[in-house]
């Protein structure tokens, strides 16, 4: 679909003009750079008009039955066999009917406990610069996050990515526990900042404590930073459904004046130095110290950004404190980036983070979230 049978389907607030690269630029890898194609926009590479998809999804993936709830049956039908056991043996001892169903009730209970917590339930994994989070209720299959993706300047809303925005950084993985569910990892800034992360993984979400520290003489240069979780497979819009890059956006949400938001947004800015995507920054984060993409007029009501799954009964939630941003990426992913602020020489600064990987129940999400990030 092409010129002006493009513009007719498409609404006019989704049109922005085309960024083409000057001769001889080098093309960015990141998902805040350039992207070398787009399927979702109409329009020749000489039309003065890139579209934004219509967001509709194309395809939804089925469902499979989760691992975690097959456990669950089973382990209720092992403790309600077990239950029937006890009570035929109290039966031969003549006990008294209440104590018997106490005790079965409880030895239940017990049964059911000890099974469950010898579940794994999340699990996490290090592939070179990719993040990998397992779990058997994860729909789509594993979540990789590109982490860190980039440590980033201030003045970036209207900089180059590479020639100004990106800070050198180099990661070493320090150590990861038997059972997967603690990584430790140490990144070292071109600047001299040291970042240690400490990722731990739950039941059904995942905590993110960082220590920065500056052992320089003179100021760091990164103010901010961003994880960049892809999550096409997760929300039934993968590579391997449509080639839409853009089909997973409807699934996606942020909260404003307190209430969840689907994107697009309304209003949804159209002009950056980069398209497309979108950025909405934090109250005190100033509008010249973003994501070089469109830049939302609207501030979130917390730094919470999420989708639902494909099946519509999970949602994946992630957000940080300091946060910089909220980012509607290029490549299926969403980020809650978070903040550093340029720490001064001897200082150190401590930033914790969350991912929630939760049945879809979203009062249930924010108060999780109102526990974890208390006065946000």
């Known amino acids: 679909m092409v010129g002006q049978d493009a513009r007719q389907r498409f609404p006019t607030k989704f049109v922005a003009p085309v960024r083409f690269r000057a001769p001889g630029a080098p093309r960015e890898p990141s998902s805040s750079g350039p992207r070398k194609k787009s399927s979702s926009f109409g329009g020749s590479a000489a039309s003065p008009l890139r579209v934004c998809s219509s967001f509709a999804p194309r395809h939804r993936a089925k469902s499979p039955p989760a691992k975690s709830e097959v456990i669950f049956a089973r382990t209720l039908k092992h403790g309600i066999f077990v239950a029937a056991l006890e009570i035929r043996l109290c039966q031969s001892f003549d006990m008294k009917p209440f104590k018997i169903l106490s005790l079965a009730i409880f030895h239940t209970v017990l049964w059911c406990q000890l099974v469950t917590a010898a579940t794994p339930g999340l699990t996490l994994e290090r592939d070179k610069h990719w993040l990998i989070i397992h779990g058997d209720h994860v729909f789509g299959g594993p979540i990789r996050i590109n982490y860190l993706e980039a440590y980033c300047r201030d003045k970036s809303t209207d900089a180059d990515w590479v020639k100004h925005t990106m800070v050198a950084h180099s990661n070493a993985l320090v150590s990861i526990s038997a059972d997967k569910k603690v990584i430790k990892m140490r990144d070292v800034l071109a600047d001299g900042l040291i970042v240690d992360h400490t990722i731990t993984a739950g039941d059904d979400s995942v905590v993110f404590k960082l220590t920065a520290r500056n052992p320089t003489q003179k100021r760091s ?133 969350k991912i929630y990987i939760v049945p879809a129940d979203v009062p249930a999400l924010l108060k999780r979230y109102e526990k974890d990030f208390p006065g946000r």
Not at 295 to 324: H, M, R, V
């Open 221 to 353: 240069e990164a103010h901010w930073a961003q994880p960049c979780i892809r999550l096409g497979d997760f929300t039934g819009q993968g590579a391997a459904q449509t080639k839409d890059d853009y089909a997973y956006v409807p699934k996606c949400f942020i909260f404003l004046d307190g209430k969840l938001t689907r994107l697009p947004t309304d209003p949804w800015a159209t002009k950056a130095r980069y398209m497309p995507g979108q950025v909405w920054r934090a109250p005190n984060v100033s509008a010249e110290d973003v994501n070089p993409r469109p830049l939302n007029p609207k501030i979130p009501s917390s730094g919470l950004i999420g989708c639902y799954s494909g099946d519509d009964k999970w949602i994946f939630a992630t957000a940080w404190e300091p946060w910089q941003e909220l980012f509607q990426g290029v490549a299926r992913c969403l980020h809650s980036d978070f903040r550093l602020g340029g720490i001064p020489p001897g200082e150190e600064k401590t930033i914790l983070g």
